[in-house]
């Protein structure tokens, strides 16, 4: 409902059945699949077809639910337990809308706002939600006054800390795909939620970088202009989440030498490499990510690089063995250079000094190192030695 009344593609419908037991379900043909509450599959369309049902908290945690369906749970009581009210919209069978709270109001109005107080009893909201505002920001959306504070609520209560990594990093994994991911940031800073599930990223506003090279300054403000352009630069996750690590480093700088931040890069591998192991981010994630905070300032600095350093720098990103990756890493530091105030739409060179360094050393022929007798490690050490020629004619073309 949500969707079709934004205009927006409508992907699946999902069906709600008033007034039925899960044996009269059974007898009509459809399969049921749901472990915590009924839920069936049509027999010919496969689409799901869940019994109403409410819930009532139990535990601690987004896991500490009863649920409870029967035939005399009615459809509202069913979308009363939806977190927002744009999501507890239904469409009965004649075409008629059923809004019971308001939803398409909130929808017209660009407004994020949760159905009952009962919102606080699921942690995963509050990321839910935040997905939704990196989804819909860029049409105005906004997170109601009072939904803010109930959010504040909950993160003060502790309920976010029960949250398990897993489920944190689907969350922050679809919010990285989302049209406008930095507003995803925003709503957990807001609460208080970034400060207590990622630390590393809350910690780094309020840390100056030198004016000259950044003027946006703040380096939070920078991650998120940077997470941006990588938005606008692809839709793959693995380069919007290097583009959001990039920086970690910096949040460990001692004041006393802001605004400069000397090996913020070995510092920051570290702390990506601790967000990774405790969100159980897929290995290409983190392997990316710690590439593009280890050696982004190599990237930035290409110009300036001796072809000796510039093989080793492609040589370390395993750019001969794996281009698309090579690729990605470009993609997030284009992503890191325009990622500042008034640097957004300026060429960004540097890229295709790495890109015609990889490209001159491909095609360094091994044949006469071969007929001349060379294996092992002196093969290694004379292409190595070609390559770095290779490099060296590329640049002084340049």
């Known amino acids: 409902m949500r969707d079709k009344h934004l205009g927006l593609p409508v992907q699946d419908r999902d069906w709600v059945v008033v007034g039925a037991t899960p044996q009269e379900m059974e007898a009509q043909g459809y399969v049921r699949v749901g472990k915590d509450f009924p839920v069936f599959l049509h027999p010919q369309t496969k689409e799901e077809y869940a ?3 409410t819930e009532r ?11 409870h369906a029967a035939p005399d749970v009615t459809l509202e009581d069913d979308l009363r337990r939806r977190d927002l009210t744009i999501n507890a919209m239904a469409e009965a069978a004649s075409g008629e809308l059923i809004d019971p709270f308001g939803g398409l109001t909130d929808l017209q109005n660009g407004m994020l706002r949760h159905v009952s107080p009962a919102f606080v009893e699921d942690p995963v909201r509050i990321l839910r939600l935040a997905r939704f505002a ?14 803010q504070t109930l959010l504040r609520h909950m993160v003060d209560n502790g309920e976010v800390d029960a949250l398990v990594p897993e489920r944190v990093w689907q969350e922050l994994e679809r919010a990285l795909g989302e049209e406008q991911p930095p507003s995803f940031f925003a709503v957990l800073r807001d609460c208080g939620a970034l400060k207590k599930l990622f630390p590393e990223l809350d910690r780094l506003w309020g840390v100056p970088q030198p004016e000259k090279h950044h003027p946006e300054i703040d380096t939070g403000v920078h991650v998120m202009m940077v997470l941006q352009q990588a938005a606008l630069l692809t839709r793959d996750t693995r380069v919007r ?11 460990t700088t001692p004041p006393e030498l802001w605004p400069s931040h000397i090996d913020h890069e070995a510092r ?9 192991k405790r969100f159980a981010v897929p290995n290409d994630y983190r392997e990316l990510g710690v590439l593009v905070c280890r050696y982004h300032t190599h990237f930035h600095r290409a110009a300036e690089l001796r072809a000796t350093t510039l093989l080793k720098t492609l040589e370390a990103l395993d750019a001969f063995r794996r281009p698309e990756r090579f690729e990605h890493f470009l993609l997030a530091c284009i992503a890191d250079s325009r990622g500042r105030t008034g640097y957004e739409n300026r060429e960004v060179p540097q890229a295709d000094i790495f890109r015609n360094a990889l490209a001159a050393c491909a095609v360094v022929d091994l044949r006469p190192l071969l007929e001349k007798g060379f294996n092992g490690e002196a093969i290694a050490r004379e292409l190595r030695q070609l390559r770095i020629q290779a490099i060296r004619q590329t640049l002084t073309h340049s």
């Not at 908290?57 to 649920?67: R, S």
């Not at 989804?135 to 009072?146: H, Q």
């Not at 989440?241 to 949040?251: E, I, M, Q, S």
């Open 51 to 53: 019994l109403a049902r």
């Open 57 to 67: 908290k139990t535990a601690p945690g987004y896991a500490g639910f009863a649920f």
């Open 134 to 147: 990196a989804r819909f920001s860029s049409r105005g959306f906004r997170v109601a006054g009072t939904t």
């Open 241 to 251: 989440f290097a583009a959001l690590v990039h920086d970690l480093g910096k949040g």
């Open 268 to 276: 920051g591998v570290a702390l990506v490499l601790e967000l990774c």
